[in-house]
Nanobody, 119 residues
Framework: QVHVVESGGGLVQAGGSLRLSCVATGSIVALSVMAWYRQPPGKQRELVASIIRRGTAHYADSVKGRFTISRDSANTTVYLQMNNLRPEDTAHYYC?????????????WGQGTQVTVSS
């Protein structure tokens, strides 16, 4: 079983920065994709950023130029550096990890971390 744990959320003023972390643990043979999603209050969940094993990253238009996704050298931890935060960035942020365990594929979600941006 693969477990995903997010951290780094909190309350920040508009224009400030936060750095989210996501760690995947378990019987992981390979991590193919790690991604950040967010769900604002009363809204549907949306993809924020994703990164594949070779390092290619993709971003939602709403965060392009402000957020940066990266992975550590072991490819087990993903980060989301969020700069110039706006009130509309307020949401519960979730990390998703996809890959393979011992002969099986997996897609695991963390419990999320709350990001609140005040104006």
């Amino acid at each position: 079983q693969v477990h995903v744990v997010e951290s780094g959320g909190g309350l920040v003023q508009a224009g400030g920065s936060l750095r989210l972390s996501c760690v995947a643990t378990g019987s992981i043979v390979a991590l193919s994709v790690m991604a950040w999603y967010r769900q604002p209050p009363g809204k549907q969940r949306e993809l924020v950023a994703s990164i594949i094993r070779r390092g290619t990253a993709h971003y939602a238009d709403s965060v392009k130029g402000r957020f940066t996704i990266s992975r550590d050298s072991a490819n087990t931890t993903v980060y989301l550096q969020m700069n110039n935060l706006r009130p509309e960035d307020t949401a519960h942020y979730y990390c998703n990890a996809e890959g393979v365990t011992n002969g099986e594929g997996f897609s695991s979600w963390g419990q999320g971390t709350q990001v609140t941006v005040s104006s």
